[in-house]
């Protein structure tokens, strides 16, 4: 199916949130973890969300250029056309944008998108990242009121985080500690000067102990009751119905089936994959070499096993397991069997 419209992406998400469910945000790198991604969300009869980051943007334009923008279109041009053939519908993420990457990242990409819609077209992405994580949450806040409006001329969406994510996301390094719990004042605050969508729609990434990358079980404090707490007081202030946030889960690697369950009856409506798609699909190339060692590299003067070495044949079965944790997040998550 088509990638999303702006009216379909919000029927997604709405859904979700009255159904009890959250859609995986997938980040992917290449044009092989699309596919690899498509694959999953396809067999588990699941929409999602595709995501990029700056990061990602870069290698999709290349790694001798500087060219993150160009990268983010040539991610979203690949989705938009090869998503057609699958029976899914998708929308199209910006993950993480820090400060230092507004001016050459999300707000071209917001202009690209703005000069679609002047054309009469949907704009290129459906939701954009603004990670105001490394600054104080008053600049942060303010940042977000001047993306905020034409995110809303455009039909897209905006997502801030509101908090700190511990640990390291393309760069972005945070240590662990007390700072990774937002507070109800800080959700007051921003509300304040966003709103409940009047002035566009956001989606919040609250943080309950969120650390990026891989970690053991008990290594990092979750409390994902912490969402609920502050849902309920920004309800009771504000007199709103229930869940009055639409959540983002970030860094959830290692996480348990519970303290997922928890977050998304809490108001998460998209939970961000990485860490755990990328072991998948490098784990499985791994195994492929490892397996066929002497048919990869060509040992002791003779000529290998084309078949092996072939990027098609290790890149058909590292998406098919990339697919498999596709599939499996959205078991998690309660998004299986779920499509507009």
Known sequence: MPVATPD??????????????????INASSSSTINGILQGLSDAGSDGIIQVTTGGADYFAGQSVKARASGALAFAAFVTEVAKNYPVTVALHTDHCPKNALDDFLLP?????????????????????????????????????????????????????????????????????EHLYTTLDDAIATVEALGFGEQGRY???????????????????LRPA??????????????KDALPLDLVFHGGSGSTDGEIAEAVANGVVKMNIDTDTQYAYSRSIADTVLKNYDGFLKIDG??????????????????????????????????AGHKI
Do not use: C
Not at 8 to 25: C, I, N, R, V
Not at 203 to 221: C, D
Not at 226 to 239: F, R, S, V
């Open 226 to 239: 912490l969402l609920k707490e502050i849902q309920d007081g920004l309800a009771a202030k504000y007199g």
């Open 8 to 25: 379909q992406y919000a029927e997604m998400l709405d859904k979700a949130k009255s159904t009890g469910f959250a859609f995986p945000a």
């Open 109 to 177: 990409l917001i202009a690209a998108s703005e000069d679609e819609v002047k054309a009469g077209r949907n704009p290129i992405f459906q939701s954009h990242m603004w990670d105001g994580s490394a600054v104080p949450l008053a600049e942060n806040l303010e940042i977000a009121q001047q993306i905020l409006p034409r995110m809303k001329a455009i039909s897209s969406i905006l997502e801030v985080e509101i908090g700190v994510v511990g640990g390291e996301e393309d760069g972005v390094t945070e240590e662990i500690g």
């Open 302 to 335: 003779e000529v290998g096993n084309k078949k092996v070495y072939d990027p098609r044949a290790w890149g058909k079965t590292a998406e098919s397991a990339l697919a498999l944790r596709v599939v499996e997040s959205t078991k998690q998550l309660g998004s």
């Open 203 to 221: 989606m919040a990434a609250l943080t309950f102990g969120n650390v990026h990358g891989v970690y053991k079980p008990g290594g990092v404090k």
